[in-house]
């Protein structure tokens, strides 16, 4: 199996949809409820869907991008606010964390070998 797409809950699609295309999402559908994209680099879709009652955060965007400093530094310029700055994590990933207008989590991140291959990889069985 491939994963297809991640289809996230969402409050006012222009709002979201003008973030998403900020972040560098390709816009593939567009209507007033759904919205689809095609993610910066890679055949990987995501999508917003209007929800009428409350939206609830749960899932975590990750996108990787192997100078994550200065793709954030760019993104902040462009005017989006971080909660937090890139850092070295004990999982051995670099990541800084920001949210859309809908509070859903996003880090941009690199992992490099780590994200496949950590040292602490379940090894197959001989």
């Known amino acids: 199996m491939q994963l297809n797409q991640i289809t996230l809950p969402v409050r006012d699609i222009p709002r979201s949809k003008a973030f998403y295309l900020q972040l560098g999402f390709r816009l593939l559908v567009d209507?007033?409820?759904?919205?689809?994209?095609?993610?910066?680099?890679?055949?990987?879709?995501f999508s917003i869907h209007v929800e009428t009652g409350p939206v609830h955060p749960g899932a975590v965007i990750y996108l990787e991008d192997a100078d994550m400093d200065a793709r954030v530094r760019e993104l902040e310029a462009e005017g989006l606010v971080f909660e937090t700055q890139p850092e070295d994590q004990s999982w051995l990933w670099r990541e800084a964390i920001l949210a859309d207008p809908d509070g859903h989590k996003i880090k941009i991140y690199h992992?490099?070998?780590?994200?496949?291959?950590?040292?602490?990889?379940?090894?197959?069985?001989?």
């Open 31 to 45: 209507s007033p409820h759904y919205c689809r994209f095609l993610a910066p680099e890679g055949d990987t879709t």
């Open 111 to 126: 992992a490099g070998e780590n994200r496949i291959d950590p040292p602490w990889r379940v090894k197959p069985e001989a």
